[in-house]
């Protein structure tokens, strides 16, 4: 079978630096490199070595991310980061939704990485009650529900992404993803950059509280009182790419 088209916005992005130093940027649960793109190629103007991966299923069909799950996601997360460690070993980890999982999951597994970015991460575990109805609408034969993306304040900006929430992938993500890491923050000893909407229509922001209290490191706690969920996109998305910015520069000396 062919592989499926890319929409328009969401290849991902592979980009060699002149500073000893890379980031990488993973996008969220439906969305795709679109999101946080602004920050990608403001790391790459800076001479960042960079890595934007688009994730297995998302960017092309929903029927297309029906197909995947974490091991996919995290696969291709993986992937990115010895791409981005066979250039540099000053690497910073950024993701946004469930590319925070992501970031968090590829901090546990490489304790050596510099310092990770969170914008309003999935830390937590679904409710037990949300999870039974999830498993229930699987089991009456449904698969999709309705979509999760483009909570954004600015009424100027839209993301692009899936209109459908692919339910049994959202329950990898919950079963295979965030439950394994839950109650592992406190292995996380490199420091942390944390942005939290407190307007978070699709991830609450205790979440954040949870990895804020029970991270290993140090975490410097940002609270965005303009945005909602997808704040890279958001009124406050230029602040959190200079602060993205001066994170990664202090936290790798380069």
Same mark, same amino acid.
């Given at each position: ?13 592979? /980009?060699?630096?002149?500073?000893? &130093? !890379?980031?990488?940027?993973? /996008?969220? =649960? ?12 403001? =790391? ?12 297995? !299923? /998302?960017? %092309?069909?929903? +029927? ?6 974490? #091991?996919?996601?995290? *696969? ?11 250039? %540099? ?9 469930? *590319? !925070? @999982? ?20 999935? %830390? ?15 089991? +009456? ?15 100027? #900006?839209? $993301?692009?992404?899936? $209109? ?14 965030? #439950?394994?890491?839950? +109650?592992?923050?406190?292995?996380? &000893? ?5 942005? %939290? ?16 209290? @029970? &991270?290993?490191? #140090?975490?410097? /706690? ?14 406050? &998305?230029? +602040? ?11 936290? @790798?000396?380069?």
């Amino acid at each position: 079978m062919s592989e499926p088209t890319v929409l328009p916005g969401c290849e991902p992005m592979s /980009h060699e630096g002149s500073r000893d &130093a !890379g980031v990488l940027v993973i /996008h969220g =649960f439906t969305g795709n490199p679109s999101s946080l793109r602004a920050q990608a190629d403001s =790391f790459a103007e800076l001479g960042y070595h960079v890595e934007l991966p688009r994730l297995p !299923g /998302h960017g %092309t069909t929903i +029927d297309d991310m029906l197909t995947t799950s974490w #091991a996919d996601w995290s *696969g291709e997360a993986e992937a990115a980061y010895q791409r981005l460690a066979s250039r %540099t070993s000053h690497i910073v980890v950024m993701g946004l939704s469930m *590319g !925070g @999982t992501l970031t968090l999951w590829v901090g546990l597994q490489h304790p050596d990485i510099a310092g990770l970015v969170l914008v309003n991460p999935a %830390t937590m575990n679904q409710a037990d009650d949300a999870l039974t109805m999830i498993k229930e609408m699987v089991d +009456d034969g449904m698969t999709v529900a309705p979509g999760i993306g483009s909570d954004i304040a600015d009424p100027d #900006a839209t $993301e692009i992404a899936y $209109e459908g929430t692919p339910l049994v992938p959202l329950l990898s993500l919950n079963n295979d993803g965030i #439950a394994p890491i839950a +109650d592992r923050y406190g292995e996380l &000893a490199m420091p942390i950059l944390l942005y %939290t909407s407190k307007n978070d229509h699709v991830v609450p922001p205790a979440a954040s509280d949870h990895l804020a209290s @029970t &991270a290993g490191g #140090a975490v410097e /706690h940002v609270l965005l009182d303009r945005s909602f969920h997808v704040a890279t996109q958001d009124y406050d &998305a230029a +602040d959190i790419t200079a602060g993205a910015a001066a994170f990664i520069a202090r936290v @790798t000396g380069a």
